[in-house]
């Protein structure tokens, strides 16, 4: 079956401007989770959805950063008025739900802010 | 402040020998590990996993070890392939949440 999908999968923009992100999840899949990789750096949580709520946003860097989910399916993380320090790989991962611990990652946007 | 901790930031290990990866935790209500392993330009993928109550788990190459006293898990690869060359981040969730929080990784490299 069909994996998490990331759109676009590069993303060049300039400072000030906003970017939307997009996650289709796997099907049938509940819980879905936002993460970034700096260059050089780990995986940053930034938020989880269990549905379409989201109960743990504590990651988001900022208020400039937001994230929706709706229909229990696609997600999309928006980023305002981006700066240079937003430029990362944005990665989204999906797993069953509670109770599940393994996830399915997609392949991630590059986001790149000059 | 880190919560998983991985010292190593990358490994070179001859092709036949074993890799062995290592990862510490601070937070004792961790219940559940997990290693993930990731190509560039690739999402992470699931690896392998281990639950508190077991201190051993084996699926083929991949072998996890838990060490609940010490807060500290090893992956072990044995025999290492160059196709294991890659990131490998070791990451834990606790028992009342999904959150799963991730180390910084390791870098594998596998030397034919």
């Known amino acids: 079956g069909a994996g998490v999908s990331q759109s676009p999968s590069n993303k060049v923009t300039e400072k000030g401007k906003d970017v939307e992100l997009r996650c289709d999840p796997i099907?049938?899949?509940?819980?879905l989770y936002w993460y970034r990789q700096s260059l050089g750096q780990g995986l940053e949580f930034l938020i989880y959805?269990?549905?379409?709520?989201?109960?743990?946003k504590s990651g988001l860097p900022s208020d400039r950063f937001s994230a929706e989910r709706t229909g229990g399916s696609v997600s999309t993380l928006t980023i305002q008025r981006t700066q240079q320090e937003d430029s990362a790989v944005y990665l989204c991962?999906?797993?069953?739900?509670?109770?599940?611990?393994?996830?399915?990652f997609g392949p991630g946007t590059r986001l790149t802010v000059t | 402040d880190q919560q998983v901790k991985q010292n190593s930031p990358s490994l070179s290990v001859q092709e036949g020998r074993i890799s062995i990866l290592n990862c510490d935790y601070t937070n004792s209500m961790f219940d559940y590990f997990l290693w993930y392993k990731k190509y560039p330009a690739e999402g992470p993928t699931f690896l392998i996993s281990?639950?508190?109550?077991?201190d051993k788990n084996e699926d083929g190459r991949f072998t996890v070890f838990l060490n609940k006293s010490a807060k500290h898990l090893s992956l072990h690869i044995v025999p290492s392939q160059p196709g294991d060359s890659a990131v490998y981040f070791c990451a834990a969730r606790g028992t009342s949440y999904d959150k799963v929080i991730f180390g910084p990784g390791t870098s594998l490299s596998v030397i034919p």
């Open positions: 991962a999906s797993s069953i739900g509670r109770g599940s611990y393994e996830q399915y």
């Open positions: 959805f269990q549905g379409n709520s989201a109960p743990d």
């Open positions: 099907s049938g899949h509940t819980a």
């Open positions: 281990i639950s508190s109550i077991k």
